[in-house]
């Protein structure tokens, strides 16, 4: 079974390449939805994270809220790196035992989708890397579209994740997303045939 760690950077197109996979019925593995599921409400985890953090973060609900915990990390690194130290062990045994069972099922290639992928040095847990790449200026123009927020938040938001250069740079393939979607979604079909004649090699 060959896996495959995909990741990027906000506004990169990731998703797009991920819904690309999920039409050829590849398996994908969802780190964020990994953890949303974690963070449920009376969740071990989600009470450990009031414990932490404050009870602040939830709502009335019993829910997480996300954009409360959001702005507590996104202006305290420290507050960041203890909700790393929460959750990423948690994911990283998640994705261990998921792995196992696509294995024993007979699944010939899996994507995980984690966008923390070389933050989280969860390189180990695939055979390759894909990075979907574009440029900063596109990034910074799509994200400010796509959330309706002015140049410096935008920036803010870019910058407090690893460069994409640097993701592009630790990659074992690809994207580029600077043109249309279509352009994007053939990159995704050449890259696929490879992925799969790869695949089936390990078998």
Not at 104 to 115: M, N
Not at 130 to 156: G, N, P, W
Request: charged share 30%; aromatic share 4%; proline share 2%.
């Amino acid at each position: 079974m060959l896996v495959v760690g995909l990741t990027g950077g906000i506004s990169s197109g990731k998703s797009t390449v991920t819904s690309c996979f999920l039409e050829k019925g590849i398996v994908v593995l969802d780190a964020d939805q990994i953890v949303r599921n974690l963070q449920r409400p009376n969740s071990p985890l989600l009470l450990t994270l009031v414990e932490t953090f404050g009870p602040s973060i939830i709502r009335e609900n019993g829910e997480l809220a996300r954009d409360v915990l959001g702005k507590i990390i996104f202006h305290d690194a420290k507050a960041k790196q203890r909700l790393n130290a929460l959750i990423h062990p948690l994911v990283r045994q998640k994705l261990k035992e998921e792995l196992e069972k696509l294995r024993a099922a007979g699944e010939v290639l899996v994507v995980l989708d984690i966008p923390l992928l070389f933050e989280s040095q969860f390189e180990d847990l695939v055979d390759c890397t894909v990075v979907v790449y574009v440029s900063k200026d596109i990034q910074l123009k799509r994200l400010m579209k796509r959330d309706q927020i002015d140049e410096d938040y935008a920036l803010a938001k870019i910058n407090s994740q690893m460069s994409l250069e640097d993701k592009r740079m630790r990659a074992d393939y690809v994207l580029v997303n600077n043109g249309t979607m279509g352009e994007l979604k053939r990159r995704v079909e050449e890259l696929f045939e490879l992925l799969w004649e790869k695949s089936c090699q390990t078998l």
